[in-house]
T-cell receptor, first 109, second 116 residues
Framework: KNEVEQSPQNLTAQEGEFITINCSYS?????LHWLQQHPGGGIVSLFM???GKKKHGRLIATINIQEKHSSLHITASHPRDSAVYIC???????????FGTGTSLTVIP | EAGVAQSPRYKIIEKRQSVAFWCNPI?????LYWYQQILGQGPKLLIQ????????DSQLPKDRFSAERLKGVDSTLKIQPAKLEDSAVYLC??????????????FGPGTRLLVL
């Protein structure tokens, strides 16, 4: 069993749609990261959360520590949002990272 | 500000050969991470350095993988000998302080390794 589960694995959306990607984890964490990986491999850090909600442009990330769940929302999706979105958690009290396998998003014009 | 640099970008070797990857983190960043990302999977942390000391290498296959960051700046990751299952993208990342993973990490472009 993976410590971090993401859903859905694959997602296709029409341009302009509201998108939600979910991340559930089974360990106690001190922080959760959302990463974006474009074709070709480059990874960009989008958010780091330990509680509540963060917003950057059209992206919103939320976390519920009690439920061990985080969501990444994209409003007014655009084809340039097409990428793999990866959730990663940092285990409480240590430096151990666990990564989800990613959600592959394709936004169609 | 220059990002995290990695070389080579691509490498093809035969099994049982040796290979080395190089990473130069963002200037001033104390913490450096090496990840292995197998196709279709999320990255797996291999080793984390803070300055020139190892913070976590619990998932590094030490019988064949080694890494060093002698002067606390750039780092090399070596595989000797390589196996077919080592085919992956090797990502290097850095962060300013370390903070137990509670900092933004900046990733390099990765090195794609194919072992034949």
């Amino acid at each position: 069993k993976n410590e971090v589960e993401q859903s859905p694995q694959n997602l296709t959306a029409q341009e302009g749609e509201f998108i939600t990607i979910n991340c559930s984890y089974s360990v106690g964490i001190s922080a959760l990261h959302w990463l974006q990986q474009h074709p070709g491999g480059g990874i960009v850090s989008l958010f780091m959360l330990s509680s509540g909600k963060k917003k950057h442009g059209r992206l919103i990330a939320t976390i519920n520590i009690q439920e061990k769940h985080s969501s990444l929302h994209i409003t007014a999706s655009h084809p340039r949002d097409s990428a793999v979105y990866i959730c990663a958690v940092v285990v409480t009290g240590g430096n151990q990272f666990y990564f989800g396998t990613g959600t592959s998003l394709t936004v169609i014009p | 500000e220059a990002g995290v640099a990695q070389s080579p970008r691509y490498k093809i070797i035969e099994k049982r050969q040796s290979v080395a990857f190089w990473c130069n983190p963002i200037s001033g960043h104390a913490t450096l991470y090496w990840y292995q990302q197998i196709l279709g999977q999320g990255p797996k942390l291999l080793i984390q350095f803070q300055n020139n000391g190892v913070v976590d290498d619990s998932q590094l296959p030490k019988d064949r993988f080694s890494a060093e960051r002698l002067k606390g700046v750039d780092s090399t990751l070596k595989i000797q000998p390589a196996k077919l299952e080592d085919s992956a993208v090797y990502l290097c990342a850095s962060s300013l302080r370390g903070g137990g993973g509670q900092e933004t990490q900046y990733f390099g472009p990765g090195t794609r390794l194919l072992v034949l």
